[in-house]
């Protein structure tokens, strides 16, 4: 258990008095919205500040100027501020504040059992148990308005091992195995029906944003709150995985052999519910503010939370998840064979193939979705659409689509061979396969994603000074607020529609970016990447107890992850198009505008450089490369974690290259020396092995261009260590005969 306190904190909540309308105390002016009218003078927009009547001073005016009557309150915000917000006096901002405990608790448990059914068969069982749980309580305000979002991590693993002891040259291991890891972070709001209480509509039916505290934002003013329930939404994964193994162990003459097969399923449950995103229900002080000669609000008037009490919502986000929970599915088939075959008393030999039938990812209940580049699009009458998992509408009729790849082999062999009886040569190769692609093992625990079983509305103020809509009215109700666009209303998920996210069109409904794509690579995500490496080493034994190493190491590894995309798929213009001499100027104009230079439309100006150049579909919208791009219809950002529509173009490769040498003096005489120089190079494309460390290429198109020294190069690196035992202590060069010197100072 370890536990520590936060440094003092101070956040902004807003005075009794603010909470009760009173912005008298030293805040901004504020002014009331209703009273928007033009200037017949000076044809500009004014308002009237709160409390004070028209044509009058605040100054004449003392006992109303600057306070909202409470008639005027929001009942939804009169609700929000009820639930027990602190009440405060005196300072305007850090003005509540205080520690919080921090820290974690741990827990392991363990438990082994072995027994002996006969004198051949013995059976082992090993189970254990971890548990971290955070310290830290709900800060820095108070529930329900509190920020944190607490969680516990916990981890199960047990395993059983029956030996069989068949005779003394064979025995048979037979394991089964399995992992749990589960991180489960909680909105400690969550359960109270905050927002159903407060009287907030629209919310998804059944949802965890009906029963959490909504997160609400605040901008502007002199005195700005700290936000109240930011980031807070539940969330969960967790990773389970079964392991099935049976191990021959053979010892035949000068052979041992080890034979064997691999069973692994593994599971992922990942949780993400209907949650609030960007700025939550957001405030600005626009909305009460003042305009300025320019049109635009003078920021040193008006108050967001005199918006908020009025609940003139400026900007409003939410993700609306159907699927709040899925289930990724992978599965892993494995034999191997290996062979240390001692030829003579100074060589043995190494031989062994391991093959696995690596299975691309499901999802328990066909609950994803992708991009078709042969399906015609319902919209466009092009190339390019939306597609389903399962046998439902739209759907590809399938699991999954990707091909299961069946020629994955993994050799192993090497050798160790004595010159003498003091040198050593060594040397192996080996082909080693991970996950990667639909394989798992790259963050895509969903696939190619859930695009269509999800909706994220956004609504906004339509010009930045009225608000989007009134909170008291809900989110999907159209406002009655005078001035407004009006709020617009959105539909349900999930939408079993292959023309998701087209846009660019002059069809209502379609124009305009309404996003990307993700496509899987049905034909190559299912394949295994792979590292092939192989070293030679000499080692000797030299004089004093040293011995020596050098080695040569080598590493490739080919099908890795790159971010960005390639070739077509990344929806990028192809260089071979938009290099075109005169063309790039052309770009991000509007095809069917006119160029007031040539007195024709600029895709008459594109088509006289490039004679490629034309209307993709027959209503068609938007730019000149736009209209370029191979899937016209979206845009280049994809719906998933990393916003790229090929995220499973795993086609990078990485190579590692280096001469070691290693020197190492045994202890002896109390000295124990270690010294390591290597010289290396290492080269890839930005692609990765690792997750989360791939990077764009200038082009989807060539990425030969981004072949250069890698993220984890270090051409040069020396390493030294060393180790000396005092000669102090019992029968050493300086000799204790007290017993409690000797164990302080001998040890």
């Given amino acids: 258990r370890f536990t520590n306190t936060s440094a003092p904190f101070f ?11 009173d912005f008298s105390g030293g805040y901004q002016p504020i002014y009331d919205p209703l009273t928007t009218t033009t200037d017949p003078v000076t044809g500009k927009q004014v308002r009237q500040q709160f409390g004070v009547p028209a044509g009058s001073t605040c100054a004449a005016n003392p006992t109303t100027c600057n306070i909202i009557p409470s008639a005027r309150f929001s009942k939804v915000a009169t609700a929000l501020e009820s639930y027990g917000l602190p009440q405060i006096t005196g300072k305007l901002t850090n003005n509540y504040g205080g520690v919080s405990p921090g820290g974690t608790q741990q827990w392991t448990e363990m438990g082994k059992g072995d027994v002996n059914l006969t004198n051949s068969n013995r059976i082992s069982i090993l189970i254990q148990y971890d548990r971290n749980s955070p310290l830290n309580t709900v800060q820095p305000l108070p529930l329900p308005y509190g920020n944190n979002r607490p969680g516990n991590s916990t981890q199960w693993m047990g395993q059983l091992n ?8 064979l025995i048979n291991i037979f394991a089964l195995g399995f992992t749990r890891n589960s991180g489960v972070n909680h909105n400690p709001s969550q359960g109270g029906n905050w927002s159903d209480k407060a009287g907030i509509t629209g919310l998804p039916s059944g949802s965890d944003l009906q029963g959490q505290f909504p997160m609400v934002t605040f901008s502007g003013g002199n005195a700005t709150p700290n936000a109240w329930e930011a980031n807070a939404s539940n969330f969960a994964e967790i990773p389970y995985s079964e392991i099935i193994q049976d191990n021959v162990q053979w010892i035949k003459g000068k052979h041992a052999f080890t034979f064997g097969g691999q069973i692994l399923l593994q599971y992922e449950q990942l949780s993400q519910p209907s949650n609030w ?97 042969n399906s015609i699009n319902p919209v466009t009458g092009s190339l390019g659409a939306v597609q389903f998992g399962g046998y439902g509408p739209e759907s590809c009729a399938c699991h999954t689509d990707v091909k299961t790849h069946y020629k994955t082999f993994g050799p192993r062999l090497g050798f160790a061979y004595a010159l003498n009886d003091k040198t050593v040569i060594r040397s192996s190769f080996a082909m080693v396969h991970f996950n990667g692609g639909t394989l798992g093992g790259n963050g895509t625990q969903q696939g190619p994603g859930i695009l269509g079983f999800s909706s994220s509305p956004s609504f906004a103020s339509p010009d930045g000074i009225s608000p989007a809509f009134q909170l008291d009215n809900g989110f999907q109700n159209p406002t009655t607020y005078a001035g407004t666009a009006g709020n617009t209303t959105y539909v349900n998920p999930p939408f079993f529609s292959a023309s998701l996210n087209t846009g660019f069109t002059t069809t209502a409904g379609f124009q305009g970016n309404k996003g990307g794509y993700e496509y899987d690579r049905p034909e190559t995500s299912g394949r295994s990447p792979y590292t092939e490496e192989w070293n030679l080493t000499i080692e000797r034994q030299l004089p004093g107890s040293m011995v020596l190493n050098l080695t040569y190491a080598g590493t490739e590894s080919h099908f890795d992850g790159m971010d960005g995309g390639v070739g077509i798929y990344s929806n990028q213009v192809s260089p071979a198009v938009y290099q075109t001499p005169g063309l790039g100027a052309l770009l991000n104009q509007q095809y069917d505008a006119m160029d007031p230079v040539t007195n024709q439309t600029y895709l008459a100006d594109a088509q006289a450089i490039y004679p490629g150049a034309k209307l993709p579909f027959a209503n068609f919208s938007g730019t000149i490369g736009q209209m370029l791009r191979p899937f016209p219809q979206y845009s280049t950002t994809g719906p998933v974690w990393n916003g790229n529509p090929d995220s499973f173009s795993n086609f990078g490769t990485n190579s590692y290259h280096a001469l070691q040498a290693t020197v190492t003096r045994n202890m002896k005489n109390g000295l124990y020396l270690f010294a390591t120089y290597a010289w290396s190079k290492e080269m890839d494309e930005a692609g990765a092995t690792v997750q989360f460390f791939e990077q764009n290429a200038r082009s989807a198109y060539d990425w030969n261009l981004e072949r250069s020294a890698g993220l984890s190069d270090t051409p040069q690196s020396l390493s030294f260590a060393e180790v000396y035992e005092l000669p102090i202590g019992r029968g050493k060069l300086v000799n204790l005969h007290n017993n409690a010197a000797d164990a302080i100072l001998g040890g």
């Fill in 162 to 169: 029956d030996t069989q002891t068949i005779n003394s040259r």
């Fill in 277 to 373: 995103t960007a700025n939550g229900i957001g405030f600005k002080s626009t909305e009460t503010g003042q305009f300025a000669s320019s049109g635009s609000i003078d920021p040193s008037t008006g108050d967001p939370f005199a918006s908020f009490l009025l609940g003139l919502v400026d900007n409003a986000n939410f993700a609306d998840n159907t699927v709040g929970t899925t289930g990724g599915r992978w599965q892993n088939y494995a034999m191997y064979a290996q062979d240390d075959w001692k030829i003579t008393p100074k060589l043995t030999v190494n031989l062994g193939l391991r093959y696995i039938i690596p299975k691309p990812f499901t999802e328990n209940h066909d609950r994803w979705s992708d991009f078709n580049p």
């Fill in 11 to 21: 956040v902004t909540v807003p005075t009794t008095p603010e909470q009760k309308g």
